[in-house]
């Protein structure tokens, strides 16, 4: 497995692409089309890698894009090829370690420091969905679906982050009438039920969540990564002290910036700010 940096594919047979649309912007894209994208080792592993590595180039990359090749976004995983490597009967501890590294992509995603814009071009299912469901934004083309796998093959709805995210983004009623039935949510209803922020025209959909990417590069580095840290944080937090506490600290800190200081210049000289990542 090859280390992303500036150049193309991630992985040495392609399951995965990375390219830079714009300078500040990663875009990863699945690429398993003839399986609509279906995780197998390698693109799991690489996925995780991949986000990680971008974690480390927090200065060059400000926002990720994530999506998929072909006309799915990712059907979760590969059940053919699952189905063929438990011939050799793997254990309990193994399965759990497979399982473990499936989960370790949704983690990536929540902990890396740039934002992750969701381009769901297609059925996201399973883990899928989870990765969707992880991203900080979500856009859908209107082809996107959303799919609770598990429920339909005897396994838990719960896997990936489902059962957490889902919940908190549509309510828990709701959340759980779609993990216990496993029925579809088309683009149109995810749009409804805030599960989706937009739904666009298909061939706009890598323009729209680009669009929303340079809208983010637009604000202060400090600013963006401390908003994802506190959005996310607070999500858990145990009451409205405790997030008042985490705001406060964190906009002392950010005050301090040299960016600050140029943007509150910039808005009194009525100009743009140039920001310099201090």
Known sequence: MKHPGRGGSVADDEVMLLDWPRPEVARIRLNRPHRLNAL??????GLTE???SLDAQAEQCRVIVLTGSGRGFCAGLDLAAAVERNRSSPS?????RRQERFAAMVRAIRSVRQPVIAAVNGPAAGAGLGLALAADIRIAGPDAAFHVAAV????SAGECGISYFLPRLVGASRAFEIMLTGRPVGAAEAER???VSRVV???ELDDCALEVAAAITANAPFSIWMTKQVGSAN???SGLDEALALENRTQILAVNTEDCAEAMSAFVEKRGPVFQGR
Do not use: M, N
């Open 152 to 155: 339909k093959i005897g396994l």
């Open 50 to 52: 991949t986000l990680y």
């Open 235 to 237: 999500l858990d937090a």
């Open 201 to 203: 025209p298909g061939s």
């Open 92 to 96: 309990i501890p193994e399965r759990l």
């Open 40 to 45: 197998v080792p390698d693109l799991v592993s």
């Open 193 to 195: 039920i805030g599960l």
